[in-house]
């Protein structure tokens, strides 16, 4: 079962005293553990889905015959414990009989309509690696190597540990792509942090921007919501289109494409213009209130109409309504930061939390509560397992590609914006591509990109099919186990933590984090700092400074 991490345990900050007993955190023993399911005894096992980016880390329970899942089911202990179609569909995946299972190295020359694939074993593809990496190292400097991670999202702690003790400061992912670090950029500017979530029980009125829930959030979320509305709670929905969500609305704001800041800025001046904002909250936390103000003045409700295509009158119902709170903010994570001008339209829909003061109080938007140095947003690692000061030092972040054409990312940012490579190859600033579930196809002109593959010195990538439009100007493609063959990284629900019992790999495939583990032990001569390439051992290093290690984790799993 998931157990919760104390307040207590986090600030202590330290874990010798909860050693677990059950078994040493060493790849034969976990190894030996696998073996032991390798007859036809029926067992279970656990893991997360990874479908969703792996949040929300919805929970698997799966049964297996030796070393084959025959069916799964909700994991009823778990946090998230409702399987979509998306997760019960990962059976399929995992079967799948064009799965990529061994390394491939091409053999011919790069454009040629047949890459020339041959089979070849891990020693050779590793040594293949590091021989390349440490080569654009030793001409060029480590920062013309460009790290990435895609879908899923776990392989992200390791290869960034990778990255940084590569000394590449060019770590980039889909989150910094096209997802949702720009929401999160977006509240940063205004507070610091990722603000946002609910309802509960206390929140009298919600408001959801640009998210379908129903289909885009685990089932919980809309059962959750209906019971709230069952309750009495008050429902805002900003959205152009007619949700299963905004069909449960009070009122449903439906503004026409790219124009949220407007309607935004209208509810804004409305909460001005009644004295419906919260003064004391204001003086003593805000700054620049007066230029807000003013900056407001033009968004009369007969603009924002005419600019948005929402009726005056329900600018001034919804502004109304949230200011009678408590109230609570769901945000979106992909839709809006993608407008033209996006991450100031995010800002202008948080600043109502701030205005109204449902920021951090019962009801409202709240910031998160995680672990000791946690970072939720990037799924999985601590800012020590990175070494993230590293990556926020001033002659790291001028090496980084993104420091000319997005200067305000480049300085808030820890992972770099990887969307200018065409010319950054063109340029002579990336020669080398290490790419983790990468798909050249998130971009929107996915030729550019596969043209600047073509034109590296040298690049591979893990995953778990071979993609054509991806790897076929890769010198090597990886083969990565799936969610159901992984050991790290363990779930983080809020103060809670779960473990996995996988089973066995197929074929030759390994875990993307003992992949770049072992990579970057070998391109740095480093083992230990890589853990000797142990998922396990990397996982522990975060656990125990919250008091807690992942053999007590799995100790834990329900029998």
Known sequence: MTISVSRRAVLKGTGAGFAASLFMHTAPTLAAETQAHSGDSEWTGYTICDSC??????GITFHAKGNTVIRIENWKEHPNHFLCSKGIATLQRLYN???????LKRTNPKGSDDPGWVRIGWDEAIKMIAANLNAVKAKYGADRVLFYCGDPKEPRPPVMRLARYFESPNYGCESSVACNLAYVHAEELSYGQEIAGGPSPKTKCVMIVGKNGSWASPHGFFRNLLAQKARGIKLIVSD???????????IHLQPKPGTDGALAWGMIRVLVKEGLVNQPFIDQWCTGYEELVQYAEKFTPDY??????????DVIAAARMFADGPSAMMLPGQSIPHQHNGCNNVRAYSLLMALTGNVDNVGGSSFDDWPKDYIRWDEGYTRTFIDQQWFNQPEQKAKRIDREFAPIWNEMQVLCSPNALPEMVKAGRIKAFAGFGA???????PAEYQEAVRNLDFSFATDYFYRDETHHDMDLVLPAAMNYERYAPFG???????????????GECWEDWKIALTIGAAVTGDSDRFFGGDPVKACDSMLNDWGTSYAERQAMLPN
């Open 53 to 58: 980016n792996h949040m929300p880390m919805c």
């Open 240 to 250: 152009i289109r007619r949700t299963k969500v905004a069909e449960q609305a009070d």
């Open 439 to 445: 798909n050249l196809l998130i971009w929107p002109d």
């Open 492 to 506: 983080v629900h809020g103060r809670k933590v779960s473990a996995r019992k996988p089973v066995k790999p197929l």
């Open 304 to 313: 924002v109409e005419k600019e948005t295509g929402v009726k005056a009158e």
């Open 97 to 103: 009989p064009n799965r990529l299972l061994y390394p």
